[in-house]
């Protein structure tokens, strides 16, 4: 094999390469070791996951046999969703110097299980004898019942209470299924960045990386530390990598699961604490810290096989629990079971927060497989990892895809996993404790040494096995630029776990996950014939190229056949005093005027809007460029109450309730926004003046009937009209742009417009239309840097029509009478473009916006400024 291996360098250096390169087809398969750079790369990521929805079982009497049985029953809870972007570059800055940077935003809500309970507990059911027929168990929260509706036998086996119509007499009947307690959340959204920066030698590697996570209840900071030895002639590699995370958690607990879950235990050791800011909300504070090392190895058997190993550890400890899981407990009174039938024992059904372990050590240790298989110019990888921690858990990871090119460039890749757990050693689906619930003295109201030192229902703990299948489709087309789309379908079961068992088959679930992505490949665009050394290629007149990154459609392509990619970000900020008019004014006269003839109890403090949007441009003549613009928008809402409103005895039930719902926990919404699709036509063009109309419609592709979930009651109510992530309606956008340069300077003007095709959304209403005008001039401050001044005046319509469904109208953002008006501002840019070299063509550019006058419709918070930076390539 020596010899072998000596002579491989000519001989093998193609199917190594096809090895490699199909093993890195897949997202997420690199490891976050350090290994050999790959190509140089930019590249963009949209998925979207969905749960299938949970069994929620409960009571069924049949009136004709009055026989009852525990069934599950499909619930009307909306499941959970996921909705997530992704984008990054890999870039080489020398020879030697990479660097590489992600950044990923999700946004998630739907119903979520936070515990479990016998659902004979939760079952309110008919008499025996009588003709009715009752359903039971989807209620958001398990309340229990009644004292002698909890009731077990003496070996803790769950019973069904009914009451005998004859006698009067509770009877009993054992049932074992459990069922799972769902709660319901309004969208959230994580934003998670990350960058890492390498050094290469001949035989070595180093990098440094870290990144931060945020959410609105959780923010994770970490740094990482990689290093790769190649020995024996680069056909052995070593990895060995460090990590470190610090976490802390500020969850805001729901002000209507207070009469549901018992938080005294951390109220007691101050972890939860008042916030009268946000109306006294309960805010659980916890920090924890993680350390892990891996280590691995990799070695090539031969020219078309390849075999890795790694190792892992992690340490963490600090608060490891969830603050939104709870476990329910039985308090059973000894003293309190004289009038119950013999082997009969009845308590209160309580739920307390979960208590895990404040340490955690975990092992794992894994092993890849990659075989290219010639004949078929295709690949097989074979993955398999364990795992164990101190929790008890011991976890089974088997993967295995195939890669196999299928002509013309496509590559189809069928994929499937396999996953197995045990369950860890603290979790347990529900307790009895034997004391009484309310009577301890140490400050609680139960005694914690009678509980388990630690306890969590949280199904992520339980035994369980998970199949899974998919497959990822690409398409690699000239220039450097692939296409890629995947769908997966996984099933969650408790019999599936090795061993069997059917113990949890009441977290039994089903979930799919779509994903599509465009990756360019700036090498081979490079090698396609981009030059490197020369500025003709970047100062190619495209004309409008050098207008400021918030103007749209303000250039196109110069030639036939011409390709662009480019990203788009745009932030807008409203934060500061309410307007009427222009004019700020204070909350008493919001309160009387700005809820028309009600009165309102809570106002906007701030809002933020930000858009990632991908400019994809092709030119089929010389005279058109055809542009795609899909978009990823999530939005983050703030609200306080108004003095001065005090509630009425006229005022819905629950008013109060959802005032504090509103004002601690805030909107957030985020998902796909509407997708443009335009023409760019040329009017005019001599070199120094050009002129070009566009035109093109706004697909409805965007959620515009986004509700709040509240735990209370299933539907809260549709979102403020200014959250919706899309117009909902198709919408004609004409513009028209004239652009001009001339030595150092250039200049442009821009008239544009939304008109709205339709009178009215799904959800009963539509956007006012939209006019805009704007004029710059720019002045080239070097070969490749230049700065520019925009002056921009907008006018947005009213919205017509209202939502045609249930909305808590609080505050002057769900009336429509509050949208719209002019809006005038002036914008500052600067604009880079890479002269020479490798990246030679890249174009940034960054403008502010800064609100001059703000001229509203009724009662909205002042704009603050806006924030819109590009990134673009010609090819």
Request: aromatic share 10%; proline share 4%.
């Given at each position: 094999?020596?010899?072998i291996?000596?002579?491989?360098?000519?001989?093998?250096?193609?199917?190594?390469?096809?090895?490699?390169?199909?093993?890195?087809?897949?997202?997420?398969?690199?490891?976050?070791?350090?290994?050999?750079?790959?190509?140089?790369?930019?590249?963009?990521?949209?998925?979207?996951?969905?749960?299938?929805?949970r069994?929620?079982?409960?009571?069924?009497?049949?009136?004709?046999?009055?026989?009852?049985?525990?069934?599950?029953?499909?619930?009307?809870?909306?499941p959970?969703?996921?909705?997530?972007?992704?984008?990054?570059?890999?870039?080489?800055?020398?020879?030697?110097?990479?660097?590489?940077?992600?950044?990923?935003?999700d946004?998630w809500?739907?119903?979520?299980?936070?515990?479990?309970?016998?659902?004979?507990?939760?079952?309110?059911v008919?008499?025996?004898?009588?003709?009715?027929?009752?359903?039971?168990?989807?209620?958001?929260?398990?309340?229990?019942?009644?004292?002698?509706?909890?009731?077990?036998?003496?070996?803790?086996?769950?019973?069904?209470?009914?009451?005998?119509?004859?006698?009067?007499?509770?009877?009993?009947?054992?049932?074992?299924?459990?069922t799972?307690?769902?709660?319901?959340?309004?969208?959230?959204?994580?934003?998670?960045?990350?960058?890492?920066?390498?050094?290469?030698?001949?035989?070595?590697?180093?990098?440094?990386?870290?990144?931060?996570?945020?959410?609105?209840?959780?923010?994770?900071?970490f740094?990482?530390l990689?290093?790769?030895?190649?020995?024996?002639?680069?056909?052995?590699?070593?990895?060995?990598?460090?990590?470190?995370?610090?976490?802390?958690?500020?969850?805001?607990?729901?002000?209507?699961?207070?009469?549901?879950?018992?938080?005294?235990?951390?109220?007691?050791?101050?972890?939860?604490?008042?916030?009268?800011?946000?109306?006294n909300?309960?805010?659980?504070?916890?920090?924890?810290?993680?350390?892990?090392?891996?280590?691995?190895?990799?070695?090539?058997?031969?020219?078309?096989?390849?075999?890795?190993?790694?190792?892992?550890?992690?340490?963490?400890?600090?608060?490891?629990?969830?603050p939104?899981?709870?476990?329910?407990?039985?308090?059973?009174?000894?003293?309190?079971?004289?009038?119950n039938?013999?082997?009969?024992?009845?308590?209160?059904?309580?739920?307390?927060?979960?208590?895990?372990?404040?340490?955690?050590?975990?092992?794992?240790l894994?092993?890849?497989?990659?075989?290219?298989i010639?004949?078929?110019?295709?690949?097989?990888?074979?993955?398999?990892?364990?795992?164990?921690?101190?929790?008890?858990?011991?976890?089974?990871?088997?993967?295995?895809?195939?890669?196999?090119p299928?002509?013309?460039?496509?590559?189809?890749?069928?994929?499937?996993?396999?996953y197995?757990?045990?369950?860890?050693?603290?979790?347990?689906?529900?307790?009895?404790?034997?004391q009484?619930?309310?009577?301890?003295?140490?400050?609680?109201?139960?005694?914690?040494?009678?509980?388990?030192?630690?306890?969590?229902?949280?199904?992520?703990?339980?035994?369980?096995?998970?199949?899974?299948?998919?497959?990822?489709?690409?398409?690699?087309?000239?220039?450097?630029?692939?296409?890629?789309?995947?769908?997966?379908?996984?099933?969650?079961?408790?019999s599936?776990?090795?061993?069997?068992?059917?113990?949890?088959?009441?977290?039994?679930?089903?979930?799919?996950?779509?994903?599509?992505?465009?990756?360019?490949?700036?090498?081979?665009?490079?090698?396609?014939?981009?030059?490197?050394?020369?500025?003709?290629a970047?100062?190619?007149?495209?004309?409008?190229?050098?207008?400021?990154?918030?103007?749209?459609?303000?250039?196109?392509?110069?030639?036939?056949?011409?390709?662009?990619?480019g990203?788009?970000?745009?932030?807008?900020?409203?934060?500061?005093?309410?307007?009427?008019?222009?004019?700020?004014?204070?909350?008493?006269?919001?309160?009387?005027?700005?809820?028309?003839?009600?009165?309102?109890?809570?106002?906007?403090?701030?809002?933020?809007?930000?858009?990632?949007m991908?400019?994809?441009?092709?030119?089929?003549?010389?005279?058109?460029?055809?542009?795609?613009?899909?978009?990823?928008?999530?939005?983050?809402?703030?609200?306080?109450?108004?003095?001065?409103?005090?509630?009425?005895?006229?005022d819905?039930?629950?008013?109060?309730?959802?005032?504090?719902?509103?004002?601690?926990?805030?909107?957030?919404?985020?998902?796909?926004?509407?997708?443009?699709?335009?023409?760019?036509?040329?009017?005019?063009?001599?070199?120094?003046?050009?002129?070009?109309?566009?035109?093109?419609?706004s697909?409805?592709?965007?959620?515009?009937?986004?509700?709040?979930?509240?735990?209370?009651?299933?539907?809260?109510?549709?979102?403020?009209?200014?959250?919706?992530?899309?117009?909902?309606?198709?919408?004609?956008?004409?513009?028209?742009?004239?652009?001009?340069?001339?030595?150092?300077?250039?200049?442009?003007?821009?008239?544009?417009g939304?008109?709205r095709?339709?009178?009215?959304?799904?959800?009963g209403?539509?956007l006012?239309?939209?006019?805009?005008?704007?004029?710059?001039?720019?002045?080239?401050?070097?070969?490749?840097?230049?700065?520019?001044?925009?002056?921009?005046?907008?006018?947005?319509?009213?919205?017509?029509?209202?939502?045609?469904?249930?909305?808590?109208?609080?505050?002057?953002?769900?009336?429509?009478?509050?949208?719209?008006?002019?809006?005038?501002?002036?914008?500052?840019?600067?604009?880079?473009?890479?002269?020479?070299?490798?990246?030679?063509g890249?174009?940034?550019?960054?403008?502010?916006?800064?609100?001059?006058?703000?001229?509203?419709?009724?009662y909205?918070?002042?704009?603050?400024?806006?924030?819109?930076?590009?990134?673009?390539?010609?090819?």
């Amino acid at each position: 094999m020596a010899v072998i291996n000596k002579q491989r360098n000519s001989d093998n250096g193609v199917s190594l390469q096809k090895l490699t390169a199909a093993a890195l087809l897949l997202p997420g398969l690199i490891a976050s070791n350090v290994h050999a750079a790959e190509g140089d790369e930019v590249d963009f990521q949209y998925g979207h996951y969905e749960e299938s929805s949970r069994n929620i079982y409960g009571l069924i009497a049949d009136p004709a046999t009055s026989v009852q049985s525990v069934s599950g029953l499909s619930n009307t809870l909306k499941p959970i969703t996921v909705d997530s972007i992704h984008g990054g570059a890999k870039i080489s800055l020398t020879d030697r110097v990479k660097f590489s940077f992600n950044y990923l935003q999700d946004t998630w809500g739907g119903a979520t299980p936070i515990s479990t309970a016998p659902a004979a507990f939760g079952v309110n059911v008919p008499r025996l004898g009588s003709d009715s027929v009752t359903v039971v168990g989807a209620t958001p929260y398990l309340q229990g019942g009644s004292y002698f509706g909890n009731a077990v036998t003496g070996q803790g086996k769950p019973l069904i209470s009914t009451y005998d119509p004859n006698t009067g007499n509770p009877v009993y009947q054992q049932s074992n299924q459990l069922t799972t307690i769902l709660s319901t959340a309004s969208p959230e959204t994580r934003n998670q960045g990350d960058f890492k920066l390498g050094y290469e030698w001949d035989r070595a590697a180093l990098s440094v990386g870290g990144g931060i996570s945020t959410e609105r209840d959780y923010e994770s900071r970490f740094g990482n530390l990689g290093g790769r030895w190649d020995l024996n002639q680069k056909q052995t590699t070593l990895n060995l990598g460090l990590s470190y995370t610090n976490s802390d958690t500020n969850a805001v607990l729901a002000h209507d699961s207070f009469a549901y879950i018992d938080t005294s235990a951390y109220k007691l050791n101050g972890q939860i604490q008042t916030d009268s800011g946000k109306a006294n909300a309960q805010i659980l504070q916890g920090n924890r810290q993680d350390w892990g090392a891996t280590f691995g190895v990799s070695q090539i058997i031969n020219k078309t096989a390849l075999v890795s190993a790694d190792v892992g550890y992690t340490r963490s400890t600090g608060y490891l629990s969830n603050p939104y899981k709870a476990v329910n407990a039985l308090f059973i009174d000894q003293a309190a079971q004289s009038m119950n039938p013999a082997n009969v024992f009845t308590g209160d059904l309580k739920a307390l927060l979960e208590k895990r372990p404040n340490e955690r050590n975990q092992v794992n240790l894994g092993g890849r497989y990659v075989q290219y298989i010639t004949p078929l110019d295709a690949a097989l990888h074979f993955d398999y990892h364990f795992a164990i921690d101190d929790w008890g858990i011991l976890a089974h990871t088997f993967d295995a895809d195939w890669v196999q090119p299928v002509g013309d460039n496509w590559t189809i890749t069928p994929r499937v996993r396999y996953y197995s757990q045990e369950a860890a050693n603290f979790y347990t689906p529900w307790l009895i404790s034997q004391q009484a619930y309310g009577s301890s003295s140490n400050g609680l109201n139960y005694d914690p040494g009678l509980l388990p030192a630690n306890y969590s229902s949280d199904q992520r703990l339980a035994g369980f096995g998970a199949l899974s299948g998919g497959v990822i489709v690409s398409k690699r087309f000239a220039k450097g630029l692939t296409l890629e789309s995947g769908f997966e379908y996984y099933t969650h079961q408790s019999s599936l776990k090795i061993g069997g068992g059917s113990e949890n088959n009441f977290n039994n679930f089903d979930s799919w996950n779509v994903n599509a992505a465009l990756k360019v490949d700036l090498e081979k665009l490079s090698l396609a014939g981009r030059t490197h050394d020369s500025t003709q290629a970047v100062h190619e007149h495209h004309p409008g190229g050098d207008a400021p990154a918030g103007v749209m459609f303000s250039h196109m392509l110069p030639k036939a056949g011409d390709m662009m990619v480019g990203y788009r970000f745009m932030r807008g900020e409203q934060r500061g005093d309410t307007l009427q008019g222009t004019h700020s004014v204070n909350d008493q006269l919001i309160v009387d005027n700005g809820c028309g003839p009600n009165p309102c109890y809570i106002k906007t403090t701030s809002m933020t809007m930000n858009m990632h949007m991908l400019d994809l441009m092709y030119a089929p003549t010389d005279w058109l460029t055809l542009m795609l613009m899909p978009q990823f928008v999530s939005m983050d809402m703030a609200m306080n109450s108004l003095d001065g409103a005090p509630l009425a005895p006229s005022d819905p039930p629950g008013t109060a309730d959802m005032i504090n719902h509103h004002v601690q926990s805030g909107h957030q919404t985020g998902g796909i926004g509407d997708v443009g699709m335009y023409g760019l036509i040329k009017v005019f063009d001599n070199g120094m003046h050009h002129l070009h109309a566009t035109a093109g419609f706004s697909a409805p592709t965007g959620n515009s009937n986004l509700k709040l979930n509240r735990n209370h009651q299933i539907d809260g109510g549709f979102m403020d009209y200014g959250m919706q992530l899309g117009s909902g309606t198709w919408d004609f956008k004409p513009s028209v742009t004239y652009t001009g340069k001339w030595d150092s300077f250039s200049w442009g003007a821009q008239s544009s417009g939304t008109l709205r095709m339709q009178n009215q959304n799904q959800a009963g209403y539509a956007l006012g239309d939209l006019f805009q005008s704007t004029a710059w001039g720019s002045y080239n401050l070097t070969q490749w840097l230049s700065t520019s001044v925009r002056g921009i005046y907008t006018a947005q319509g009213g919205i017509k029509g209202q939502y045609n469904g249930l909305v808590n109208q609080l505050g002057p953002m769900d009336y429509t009478s509050n949208y719209g008006g002019k809006y005038w501002d002036v914008g500052f840019g600067l604009s880079a473009t890479v002269p020479s070299g490798a990246f030679a063509g890249h174009r940034v550019s960054f403008e502010w916006l800064q609100p001059v006058q703000d001229n509203v419709n009724g009662y909205q918070v002042q704009r603050s400024g806006a924030l819109s930076a590009t990134w673009g390539l010609a090819f």
